[in-house]
């Protein structure tokens, strides 16, 4: 199985400020990576796939980066609809794995 | 539009069964693999199972194999998802999923859950 690690597990940032999430997969999984977007109550949101391709409709404040084991999505400037957490999944594997989150809240 | 809705979700005691449905519309269900994925109560996602199109080949997380079943009904454009021996650890609520491609790729479309809790 395909372990998938996210880091943090909390990030405090400030509106307007930029926030880097990491991603790291124990074995490399080329770009088959996607990153969701949950808020609470809600099912999660497809932000970026393929490891750097936006979503239709996903703002450009949001990019994503990296392939085989090492990602990152990063959202430039931090608005109040961002603060949620962030998923990252890897596809290339059975069975489907999900990193554990990393919830941005205000600082 | 693509829409996905699940219903079946209640209480159950510990050791209990209970059914899962999903039904889907707005494109060709039989086209594509479809999964179920799990969120216990704040935790994070867990894939739980998936099944073909034509529902030939299905696929476990280990923590669900021999005590789970996915199945679907494509003429009824509906999933399925038979929970049996149910335990604590299993309640959660259950999302179903499509994936972008027929056979892989993100999962693009999420229903918007049912709510398993497994309590005595």
């Known amino acids: 199985e395909v372990v998938m690690t996210q880091s943090p597990a909390t990030l405090s940032v400030s509106p307007g400020e930029r926030a880097t999430l990491s991603c790291r997969a124990s074995?490399?999984?080329?770009?088959?990576l996607v990153w969701y977007q949950q808020e609470p109550g809600q099912a999660p949101r497809v932000l970026i796939y393929g490891a750097s391709t936006r979503a239709t409709g996903i703002p450009a404040r949001f990019s994503g980066s990296g392939s085989g084991t090492e990602f990152t999505l990063t959202i430039s400037s931090l608005q109040s609809e961002d603060f949620a957490v962030y998923y990252c999944?890897?596809?290339?594997?059975?069975?489907?794995?999900f990193g554990g989150g990393t919830k941005v809240e205000i600082k | 539009e693509v829409l996905l809705l699940e219903s079946g979700g209640g209480l159950v005691q510990p050791g209990g069964s209970l059914r899962l449905s999903c039904a889907a519309s707005g494109f060709t269900f039989s086209d594509f693999h479809m999964s179920w994925v799990r969120q216990a109560p704040g935790k994070g996602l867990e894939w739980v199972s998936a099944v073909s199109g034509s529902g030939d080949t299905t696929y476990y997380a280990d923590s669900v194999k021999g005590r789970f079943t996915i199945s679907r009904d494509n003429s009824k454009n509906t999933l399925f998802l038979q929970m049996n021996s149910l335990r604590a650890d299993d309640m959660a609520v259950y999302y179903c999923?499509?994936?972008?491609?027929?056979?892989?790729?993100?999962?693009?479309?999420w229903g918007q859950g049912t709510l398993v809790t497994v309590s005595s």
């Open positions: 999923a499509k994936r972008i491609r027929p056979t892989g790729g993100h999962f693009e479309y």
């Open positions: 999944q890897q596809y290339s594997y059975w069975p489907l794995t």
């Open positions: 074995q490399s999984v080329t770009r088959n």
